[in-house]
């Protein structure tokens, strides 16, 4: 086991081998334990007192006396079973990690300031989660892996004298698609090779997440799909004068580029530099097994060659050709089994020449061949191995000695304080490719001098998608920074610094169809059929595998437990978390569909309610936000209100009945007259709520909120500003709020900063039901797509447009879109801005031509946003994409039956044919979307109304 200060305990030994501690450091140089033996302790009274009960048995070992009786598990001190009073420098440290730990020791680190460090990450493959690193996960059946006799000091001094993580998961449980999360910070499923497929399974878009799927390859058919050349870490670095490398095992391209032979040589060029990597030697392309690696005989080419990989890496590290920063990316391909790892060492086919870049001159390398032969230097580690040569055993060993040369390469430059070494798993062994615990639970250390003094533990949640933003923290990167690229992952630098909150945090996880998450002490995980999690939980393991299962994965002290009978059971003590675990997963699935156009700014860990992201803390529901004022801003209410009854995809959509529709249209007639707190809901009563709403730094403006009270009824909300007159004649809708990247945040925000009259939210994700709508004469449009105001959107938009018409008054709607089904057709274009009517040609007065010119000049304004098109196309192909709204057929005249009164279902079914020039179409790509660009679209917004209103084209 362990003694509480860390150290690991052995059973009894020689009295003359232990210091006065009653322990002795080991061979690999780390300190452990012994415990005493009853002769051993009646022999060493001075160990503790005379004073003890009769019959009771002294245990003096380790940091103090235990007094007592020893009884199965536990010792019962004179009576009573609870633990002994430890001293205030003592921490304990005998149960795994959770997210409220005990003290750590005290140190003396300070928030990292130095110069840009260098960065190597390390992951080898299929390696061990070894007992004596954080206590892993373990299958009842598998038991635990502990390091060879000779130890592994190189990996030792790495962990020891670093910070460990104490709860590290891999987003994704395979060697192709942990690479994929660690090198760009983004879920596997986002990977333009996944996304392209746009796969489904019961009606809900899902990508498939697989090593196949999971390839560094830009794509031009999904938008954002350019992982190889722009949206990876190494890409990201090198635009801020970091040299970039990688060395080991690829696994993000296919060997065969294109169908052809495989050529090292081609394949490091084209599926590598490409891919924003400087330095790129040492290479495999992927496993050992397969016809890239074989003859015409079917024997293998070449095997594990960690001389040469170590060697390559020490060639970059070493290189004096730049003075700058450097980033190394290193992936040993030892121990997986793909390549039989003694065969490797002992038989000459496969000796330290054979590569898979041909035959290279034998390696030298300090630490490992240098000062002797390759084949002695291989003889002395199958024989320290002492026959104990299956891969995992002296595949470690032969990897350690690797780390142990690249310490000291670094050493010799001096650059072994000033440089973030981080060592992980690709995934879990037991339970790899699954998600299972024993498939996502991964060990993760830094050794970091100059930032991290030794043994130091952090124990939040943490996953392989927070590396590369923790990198480019530590690298002083940020937003502004050139090649910036949204991720998925947070960095943890400010978290471990103690000035970071990591309260509530939850990690989602993702392999084929299937999909997880946990937060705190709760897991809830959905399996698709035939999955392998689902094939290994039911055949192998008799662990829970039906198509929803809901886990606890505590104990009676929520602590973390480490056996997977954790996972064998569902946990049906409470069902409002599951409800709560499901509703976040819902909302990962959502922003990770694999459409054209991803989402980022959803942050799903806090939706409504949350349990306590804490292993060691009961969980609690709390209300973040509601619509009783706790919400400080209409940011908050949208974030934190809103979403959490916005039906995602798949979830369900209940049309509103002919009642219904009536009322909503006449609730916001009576909104925009200036009533809210009295207005009678009708047949919305039970559904809706209405109130009066302020901001806490702006109490001096009134919005009146007309929004749902749950999933049950996802109509649209509603907000009007009481301002009324003084407010300006502009209406706000947006259609598609969480699948069109947020735009639903942009609206909010640009409607505040306008001043704006009216803010249209739709109610469901497009996709929330498959039912189709009579809406579009037999159109694929269903009863839940608000892009085309059906489902009581279209009802709140006639009630806006006859307001203002019936009152005299020009009035203007914006509808905020994305790029949508003109991506292809419109390739040039950053923005356009379209009137809702196909193939019109606008005059330069036209308020689309003249919003178009404003945020323009706004752009220019701005010198770091200067490359940019913005159009106001003619083309069907461009100008189309507007004209399916609803709101906008209206608008520009269609199912008009006199002034300030209209039909909404006619206009489902026509399309306008000429313009009012009241209604723009705004659709954007992600460039021009999002807080970069949100107070220039205010400015641009602001001036076109300006010159809009000169003239009103109805006299008011």
């Given at each position: 086991g362990y003694a509480m200060d860390g150290f690991p305990l052995y059973g009894p030994t020689d009295d003359d081998l232990l210091d006065e501690c009653g322990g002795r450091f080991n061979v690999d140089g780390g300190y452990q334990y012994h415990v005493r033996t009853m002769a051993q302790i009646d022999n060493r009274l001075s160990y503790c007192?005379?004073?003890?009960?009769?019959?009771?048995?002294?245990?003096?070992?380790?940091?103090?006396?235990?007094?007592?009786?020893?009884?199965?598990?536990f010792i019962d001190i004179e009576g009573d079973v609870t633990a002994p009073s430890l001293p205030e420098d003592c921490i304990q440290e005998d149960r795994p990690a959770t997210n409220s730990p005990t003290p750590l020791p005290p140190h003396d680190d300070l928030p990292y300031s130095g110069s840009k460090p260098n960065f190597i990450v390390l992951q080898p493959d299929d390696l061990e989660f070894f007992k004596e690193w954080t206590p892993p996960p373990h299958l009842v059946t598998y038991g635990a892996k502990y390091f060879p006799f000779t130890g592994l000091p190189n990996m030792e001094r790495l962990r020891k004298n670093g910070l460990t993580m104490k709860q590290a998961y891999t987003a994704s449980p395979k060697c192709g698609t942990s690479r994929y999360s660690t090198v760009t910070g983004r879920y596997p499923s986002r990977s333009a090779n996944s996304r392209k497929q746009n796969t489904q399974r019961n009606n809900i878009p899902i990508g498939e997440v697989s090593i196949p799927t999971t390839k560094l390859q830009d794509d031009a058919r999904p938008e954002d799909g350019f992982?190889?050349?722009?949206?990876?870490?190494?890409?990201?670095?090198?635009?801020?004068?970091?040299?970039?490398g990688v060395t080991g095992k690829w696994h993000l391209s296919n060997s065969k580029l294109g169908g052809t032979p495989y050529s090292y040589e081609e394949f490091v060029k084209n599926a590598i530099t490409e891919c924003q990597f400087d330095f790129a030697d040492g290479i495999y392309a992927e496993n050992l097994f397969g016809d890239w690696n074989e003859d015409e005989n079917?024997?293998?080419?070449?095997?594990?060659?960690?001389?040469?990989?170590?060697?390559?890496?020490?060639?970059?590290?070493?290189?004096?050709?730049?003075?700058?920063?450097?980033?190394?990316y290193i992936n040993p391909t030892v121990p997986h089994s793909s390549g039989n790892v003694l065969e490797a060492l002992v038989e000459p086919e496969f000796n330290c020449t054979v590569t898979p870049d041909g035959l290279r001159p034998a390696p030298v390398v300090k630490g490992m061949t240098e000062g002797t032969s390759c084949e002695a230097y291989r003889q002395s580690l199958v024989e320290k191995a002492r026959g104990y040569n299956d891969n995992g055993n002296i595949?470690?060993?032969?990897?350690?000695?690797a780390i142990g040369s690249i310490f000291t390469a670094l050493e010799d430059i001096g650059q072994l304080d000033n440089t973030f070494f981080l060592f992980q798993l690709d995934h879990g062994q037991e339970g790899k490719g699954t998600l299972y615990e024993t498939g996502i639970r991964i060990p993760q250390f830094i050794h970091f001098p100059a930032a991290f003094s030794p043994g130091r533990q952090f124990d939040g949640l943490v996953s392989t998608?927070?590396?590369?933003?923790?990198?480019?923290?530590?690298?002083?990167?940020?937003?502004?920074?050139?090649?910036?690229?949204?991720?998925?992952?947070?960095?943890?630098?400010?978290?471990?610094?103690?000035?970071?909150?990591?309260?509530?945090?939850?990690?989602?996880?993702?392999m084929e169809f299937d999909r997880a998450v946990r937060c705190g002490c709760y897991k809830y995980m959905v399996l698709d059929e035939d999955s392998e999690t689902r094939v290994q939980g039911s055949l192998a393991w008799q662990l829970s595998h039906e198509d929803t299962n809901f886990f606890n994965l505590c104990d009676d002290e929520e602590a973390y437990e480490n056996w997977n009978t954790k996972e064998a059971t569902q946990f049906a003590d409470n069902s409002a978390i599951e409800e709560l675990m499901a509703d976040r997963l819902n909302c990962h699935i959502a922003r990770t569909t694999p459409e054209k156009n991803p989402v980022f700014g959803l942050d799903c860990d806090v939706r409504d309610s949350v349990p306590s992201a804490s292993p060691s803390q009961t969980p609690t529901t709390t209300t973040l936000c509601n619509l009783q004022g706790d919400c400080s801003s209409l940011q908050d209410f949208y974030q934190e209100y809103l979403l959490s009854r916005y039906p995602m995809s798949g979830e369900g959509f209940v049309a509103p009945t002919t009642t219904e529709l009536e009322d909503i249209e006449s609730i916001v007639t009576d909104m925009m007259e200036g009533a809210c707190a009295n207005i009678d809901l009708r047949s919305l009563a039970q559904k809706y709520m209405i109130m009066v709403f302020s901001e806490e730094d702006d109490t001096s403006t009134e919005y009146c909120i007309l929004a749902t009270l749950s999933k049950e009824a996802p109509f649209g909300t509603v907000i009007v500003n009481m301002a009324g007159d003084s407010a300006r004649n502009l209406s706000f809708d947006a259609v598609y709020p969480v699948s069109d990247s947020n735009?639903?945040?942009?609206?909010?925000?640009?409607?505040?900063?306008?001043?704006?009259?009216?803010?249209?939210?739709?109610?469901?994700?497009?996709?929330?039901?498959?039912?189709?709508?009579?809406?579009?004469?037999?159109?694929?449009?269903?009863?839940?797509?608000?892009?085309?105001?059906?489902?009581?959107?279209?009802?709140?938009?006639?009630?806006?447009?006859?307001?203002?018409?019936?009152?005299?008054?020009?009035?203007?709607?914006?509808?905020?879109?994305?790029?949508?089904?003109?991506?292809?057709?419109?390739?040039?274009?950053?923005?356009?801005?379209?009137?809702?009517?196909?193939?019109?040609?606008?005059?330069?007065?036209?308020?689309?031509?003249?919003?178009?010119?404003?945020?323009?000049?706004?752009?220019?304004?701005?010198?770091?946003?200067?490359?940019?098109?913005?159009?106001v196309p003619t083309t069907s192909a461009c100008s189309n994409d507007g004209t399916m709204n609803a709101q906008g057929r209206m608008i520009n005249g269609v199912g008009k039956l006199s002034e300030g009164e209209y039909d909404a279902d006619v206009a489902c079914h026509k399309k306008a044919k000429s313009s009012t020039g009241r209604f723009i179409h705004l659709a954007l790509r992600n460039t021009l979307r999002g807080a970069l660009t949100r107070s220039l679209w205010i400015e641009a917004i602001i001036d076109a109304y300006t010159q809009w209103t000169v003239e009103d084209i109805f006299g008011g």
């Amino acid at each position: 086991g362990y003694a509480m200060d860390g150290f690991p305990l052995y059973g009894p030994t020689d009295d003359d081998l232990l210091d006065e501690c009653g322990g002795r450091f080991n061979v690999d140089g780390g300190y452990q334990y012994h415990v005493r033996t009853m002769a051993q302790i009646d022999n060493r009274l001075s160990y503790c007192s005379d004073d003890i009960p009769e019959g009771a048995v002294r245990w003096g070992y380790i940091v103090g006396c235990f007094k007592g009786k020893v009884d199965g598990s536990f010792i019962d001190i004179e009576g009573d079973v609870t633990a002994p009073s430890l001293p205030e420098d003592c921490i304990q440290e005998d149960r795994p990690a959770t997210n409220s730990p005990t003290p750590l020791p005290p140190h003396d680190d300070l928030p990292y300031s130095g110069s840009k460090p260098n960065f190597i990450v390390l992951q080898p493959d299929d390696l061990e989660f070894f007992k004596e690193w954080t206590p892993p996960p373990h299958l009842v059946t598998y038991g635990a892996k502990y390091f060879p006799f000779t130890g592994l000091p190189n990996m030792e001094r790495l962990r020891k004298n670093g910070l460990t993580m104490k709860q590290a998961y891999t987003a994704s449980p395979k060697c192709g698609t942990s690479r994929y999360s660690t090198v760009t910070g983004r879920y596997p499923s986002r990977s333009a090779n996944s996304r392209k497929q746009n796969t489904q399974r019961n009606n809900i878009p899902i990508g498939e997440v697989s090593i196949p799927t999971t390839k560094l390859q830009d794509d031009a058919r999904p938008e954002d799909g350019f992982d190889c050349s722009k949206y990876n870490i190494a890409a990201f670095l090198k635009q801020n004068q970091y040299r970039t490398g990688v060395t080991g095992k690829w696994h993000l391209s296919n060997s065969k580029l294109g169908g052809t032979p495989y050529s090292y040589e081609e394949f490091v060029k084209n599926a590598i530099t490409e891919c924003q990597f400087d330095f790129a030697d040492g290479i495999y392309a992927e496993n050992l097994f397969g016809d890239w690696n074989e003859d015409e005989n079917g024997d293998k080419l070449f095997s594990h060659n960690m001389e040469w990989v170590a060697e390559k890496a020490i060639d970059f590290i070493k290189d004096t050709s730049s003075s700058d920063p450097f980033f190394l990316y290193i992936n040993p391909t030892v121990p997986h089994s793909s390549g039989n790892v003694l065969e490797a060492l002992v038989e000459p086919e496969f000796n330290c020449t054979v590569t898979p870049d041909g035959l290279r001159p034998a390696p030298v390398v300090k630490g490992m061949t240098e000062g002797t032969s390759c084949e002695a230097y291989r003889q002395s580690l199958v024989e320290k191995a002492r026959g104990y040569n299956d891969n995992g055993n002296i595949g470690s060993m032969w990897l350690d000695d690797a780390i142990g040369s690249i310490f000291t390469a670094l050493e010799d430059i001096g650059q072994l304080d000033n440089t973030f070494f981080l060592f992980q798993l690709d995934h879990g062994q037991e339970g790899k490719g699954t998600l299972y615990e024993t498939g996502i639970r991964i060990p993760q250390f830094i050794h970091f001098p100059a930032a991290f003094s030794p043994g130091r533990q952090f124990d939040g949640l943490v996953s392989t998608i927070d590396i590369a933003a923790t990198i480019a923290d530590y690298a002083g990167l940020d937003e502004s920074s050139p090649g910036y690229y949204k991720m998925d992952g947070k960095s943890w630098k400010s978290s471990v610094e103690g000035t970071g909150d990591e309260t509530n945090k939850c990690l989602y996880f993702e392999m084929e169809f299937d999909r997880a998450v946990r937060c705190g002490c709760y897991k809830y995980m959905v399996l698709d059929e035939d999955s392998e999690t689902r094939v290994q939980g039911s055949l192998a393991w008799q662990l829970s595998h039906e198509d929803t299962n809901f886990f606890n994965l505590c104990d009676d002290e929520e602590a973390y437990e480490n056996w997977n009978t954790k996972e064998a059971t569902q946990f049906a003590d409470n069902s409002a978390i599951e409800e709560l675990m499901a509703d976040r997963l819902n909302c990962h699935i959502a922003r990770t569909t694999p459409e054209k156009n991803p989402v980022f700014g959803l942050d799903c860990d806090v939706r409504d309610s949350v349990p306590s992201a804490s292993p060691s803390q009961t969980p609690t529901t709390t209300t973040l936000c509601n619509l009783q004022g706790d919400c400080s801003s209409l940011q908050d209410f949208y974030q934190e209100y809103l979403l959490s009854r916005y039906p995602m995809s798949g979830e369900g959509f209940v049309a509103p009945t002919t009642t219904e529709l009536e009322d909503i249209e006449s609730i916001v007639t009576d909104m925009m007259e200036g009533a809210c707190a009295n207005i009678d809901l009708r047949s919305l009563a039970q559904k809706y709520m209405i109130m009066v709403f302020s901001e806490e730094d702006d109490t001096s403006t009134e919005y009146c909120i007309l929004a749902t009270l749950s999933k049950e009824a996802p109509f649209g909300t509603v907000i009007v500003n009481m301002a009324g007159d003084s407010a300006r004649n502009l209406s706000f809708d947006a259609v598609y709020p969480v699948s069109d990247s947020n735009t639903g945040m942009d609206s909010v925000i640009i409607f505040k900063g306008t001043n704006a009259r009216s803010l249209v939210i739709s109610g469901a994700h497009p996709m929330s039901s498959a039912t189709k709508s009579s809406c579009g004469k037999g159109q694929n449009i269903r009863i839940s797509n608000a892009g085309n105001a059906i489902g009581g959107l279209q009802y709140a938009c006639k009630a806006i447009l006859q307001y203002f018409e019936k009152k005299g008054r020009d009035y203007t709607a914006i509808q905020f879109h994305k790029m949508g089904n003109t991506i292809d057709s419109c390739v040039d274009d950053d923005a356009f801005i379209t009137s809702g009517v196909a193939s019109v040609t606008l005059l330069a007065e036209d308020k689309p031509v003249v919003l178009r010119d404003a945020m323009v000049t706004a752009l220019l304004n701005d010198d770091p946003l200067t490359n940019f098109n913005i159009s106001v196309p003619t083309t069907s192909a461009c100008s189309n994409d507007g004209t399916m709204n609803a709101q906008g057929r209206m608008i520009n005249g269609v199912g008009k039956l006199s002034e300030g009164e209209y039909d909404a279902d006619v206009a489902c079914h026509k399309k306008a044919k000429s313009s009012t020039g009241r209604f723009i179409h705004l659709a954007l790509r992600n460039t021009l979307r999002g807080a970069l660009t949100r107070s220039l679209w205010i400015e641009a917004i602001i001036d076109a109304y300006t010159q809009w209103t000169v003239e009103d084209i109805f006299g008011g």
